[in-house]
């Protein structure tokens, strides 16, 4: 059975940082495409970065300059580094895996992410 766990969320004031990592159990990530998305209230859920199985990077523009994506195969682990965060941040965020390949795909339950003063 395949689980994705994200941790780190919170509540920090504008300015600040956080990092969210997202283990997985079950399978090796190493062939996958691992991505981070988030939703917030009564808005659909948003791909924020995404990191290939070569360690290739994307970013929505809003976060582009401000957020890291990472991926650490050996611990079978991403991160999403966020700095400087604002209030538009707020939301919860899902980590996913995805492989075209084997045609999985796997989500995380969230972690629930808050800037305000």
């Known amino acids: 059975q395949v689980q994705l766990v994200e941790s780190g969320g919170g509540l920090v004031q504008p300015g600040g940082s956080l990092r969210l990592s997202c283990v997985t159990s079950g399978t090796s990530i190493s062939g996958y495409d691992m991505l981070w998305y988030r939703q917030a209230p009564g808005k659909q859920r948003e791909l924020v970065a995404s990191?290939?199985?070569?360690?290739?990077?994307t970013y929505v523009t809003s976060v582009k300059g401000r957020f890291t994506i990472s991926r650490d195969n050996a611990l079978n682990t991403v991160y999403l580094q966020m700095n400087s965060l604002k209030p538009e941040d707020t939301a919860v965020y899902y980590c996913n895996a995805n492989s075209r390949r084997l045609k999985r795909n796997y989500w995380g339950q969230g972690t629930q992410v808050t800037v305000s003063s």
């Open positions: 990191i290939t199985s070569n360690g290739l990077t």
